[in-house]
């Protein structure tokens, strides 16, 4: 890779009791949960004391032409990393001033491939800053990948592959904003935003890795980790470039969680109407994922603590192009966690990259009113030897809720659960996997769906 320079002169992981839930009776193989979303059952309504606002108009604050321009790069020494080219790339303007973004990136080894490298942008979460091992993650998929601080750090510490064991935290002279808690910055101008700047930076890194003669510019990816994936899931609405987009933990509804770290921010007590409406009309994903039209595979736990399984599976559901959810029981919310421990990811990406298995299709399903037993039209695209109803009689905070198994039957075309539904249910989804001599994969989920509301 050759680049035209110029020379210059935290952790989002959670504690094992942050994401403690009650689980009932599992089938004695642990299951991954996956979907292609058709439809979703969800009747989310804003929170209590939110003013009734209904549908807004989506606001496009960014420049997107000038975005999508390539943009220029500046080598430095600050940070090193084996293996890695570190360098900025400039930004968007921040009260007068240009920025530069900090960011590691990389090629695989060996022959470039007729038309180009496949590739992946990497945007990090709450507490994080550009990895060198997400980079050399992706490298050893035969991917080349970009991971950026979109914070205005420099990368510091000593996991993930950073060296030196520099202090976390350090701002750099060209630097852009850094995010102030969950939405700190809610009454400054638009462009003095965290949010503005990190939709843009990730826009940047797109313009910049696509531009790279080794590099197809038809098979650049997008993935984000938490608050990441919050970001990548409005990028998706606003970069019609990319070829595929992988939010993991973060998504849109925000103003829908009931997490109480998110939910005081909202009206009455931290917002004005006015907030309100510029932040469900800019900057919530929810406002732009209508106008995602690439794949998208959403990946997180159906107890995550920080952003819901109701909210990340509408999320998945408003997306306007095809939507495919992953729900790990047990995944932990932590960025290793987030591109190691879902081999879906790697599935997903190399079925629209290099046109490989695609995961099945399981449609939404039917209850039948008098026996209660689960219906499920699928379509099955690789071998599935298990079938399960995964269900929750639980109310109350969804981080919290107990979950339950009924096996199905599989048919050719239907699967049959062996078991009625419980009246009780408060939400279900039916889910498949595949086990190769103990190797399990091709995991598959219908659409979430929430029968009632249980305060």
């Known amino acids: 890779m050759t680049f035209s320079v110029n020379e210059p002169g935290g952790n989002d992981g959670l504690s094992g009791e942050e994401i403690t839930t009650v689980w ?17 059952a969800l009747t989310l309504t804003d929170a209590p004391g939110l003013p009734k606002t209904g549908a807004v108009d989506r606001i ?70 550009a990895y ?68 843009a930076d990730v826009v940047r890194a797109n313009s910049l890795i696509r531009s790279f003669p080794d590099v197809n510019p038809k098979k650049v990816g997008l993935t984000g980790i938490s608050w990441g994936g919050t970001i990548v899931s409005a990028v998706a609405g606003i970069d019609p470039r990319f070829a595929l987009v992988i939010p993991v933990y973060g998504g849109g509804f925000i103003h829908r969680s009931d997490n109480d770290g998110l939910a005081r921010w909202f009206p009455p007590k931290n917002m004005t109407a006015d907030q309100y409406q510029d932040y469900r009309s800019k900057w919530d994903p929810s406002v732009h994922l209508p106008h995602a039209r690439m794949p998208m595979l959403w990946v997180s736990s159906v107890a995550d603590p920080v952003f ?49 298995s695609s995961l099945p299709k399981l449609q939404r399903p039917e209850i039948k009113p008098h026996s ?18 995964y269900f929750t009689t639980s109310g109350g905070k969804w981080k919290s809720r107990k ?26 989804m039916v889910y498949v996997f595949r086990d190769r001599g103990g190797y399990r994969d091709n995991h598959a989920a219908s659409p979430l769906v929430e029968l009632e509301k249980i305060n």
């Open 60 to 129: 496009v604050v960014w420049d997107t032409q000038a975005l999508f321009e390539k943009p220029n790069i500046h080598a430095t020494r600050a940070r090193p990393a084996k293996g890695m080219r570190s360098f900025f790339y400039e930004g968007v303007n921040y009260k007068g001033n240009l920025t530069w973004v900090f960011a590691y990136c990389a090629l695989p080894e060996g022959k470039v491939p007729a038309g180009g490298w496949p590739a992946m942008v990497c945007a990090h979460g709450g507490g994080g800053t």
């Open 24 to 40: 009932g009776a599992w089938p004695w193989k642990i299951p991954v949960l996956c979907a292609v979303v058709a439809s979703i």
């Open 308 to 356: 819901q399984v109701n909210i990340f599976a509408q999320s998945a559901q408003v997306a306007g192009g095809p939507s495919a959810l992953c729900l790990r029981p047990w995944m932990i919310h932590a960025h290793g966690n987030g591109w190691n421990d879902a081999p879906e990811i790697l599935q997903f990406a190399n079925s629209i990259m290099r046109q490989g």
């Open 372 to 389: 209660r037993i689960v219906h499920t039209q699928y379509v099955e695209r690789d071998k599935i030897t298990e079938a399960w109803v």
């Open 132 to 199: 060198p091992e997400w980079v050399k993650h992706w490298n050893q998929k035969g991917y080349a990948a970009i991971a950026m601080d979109l914070e205005g750090h420099l990368p510091g510490g000593n996991s993930h592959d950073i060296e030196g064991n520099f202090p976390v935290g350090i701002r750099h002279a060209n630097s852009g904003p850094s995010r102030v808690d969950w939405f700190g910055d809610r009454a400054l101008p638009d462009r003095e935003q965290w949010v503005y700047h990190a939709v």
């Open 403 to 428: 979950w339950n198994f009924i096996q199905c039957q599989k048919g050719d075309k239907e699967l049959v659960s062996l078991k009625p539904l419980p009246e009780e249910s408060t939400a279900f």
